[in-house]
């Protein structure tokens, strides 16, 4: 069983920069793909990006593309999410989760294919 701690929320300004963490424990990451996914208020949680082991394959929602980038320290085994170039409609609780099972582009942002998740970070960007 693979226990998750999310930390790096906060509140930012349009256009600011935040590094979410996902740390791990019980479990090497290495054995798990990895995804963050994002549930506004009275919205669906969809997925916001997905990184596989570490010769695995990468995935962004087409809405952060270009402004987030996922990656592992394996050393730390700690999975990131660097948020760059912030806009309201990105505000959010942002989701760690893991799953044993390979992904390909069309199931990563299935939520159901996730077996473990983090209690969720709160992302909220406004002036």
């Known amino acids: 069983q693979v226990q998750l701690v999310e930390s790096g929320g906060g509140l930012v300004q349009p256009g600011g920069s935040l590094r979410l963490s996902c740390a791990a424990a019980g479990v090497s990451l290495d054995y798990h793909t990895v995804g963050w996914f994002r549930q506004a208020p009275g919205k669906e949680r969809e997925g916001v990006s997905c990184?596989?082991?570490?010769?695995?394959?990468?995935w962004y929602a087409g809405s952060v593309k270009g402004r987030f980038t996922i990656s592992r320290d394996n050393a730390k085994n700690t999975v990131y999410l660097q948020m760059n170039n912030l806009k309201p409609e990105d505000t959010a609780v942002y989701y760690c989760?893991?799953?044993?099972?390979?992904?390909?582009?069309?199931?990563?942002?299935?939520?159901?294919?996730?077996?473990?998740w983090g209690q969720g970070a709160q992302v909220t960007v406004s002036s």
């Open positions: 990184i596989g082991t570490q010769r695995g394959r990468i």
């Open positions: 989760a893991t799953s044993r099972n390979r992904m390909i582009a069309s199931s990563w942002a299935r939520a159901d294919l996730y077996d473990n």
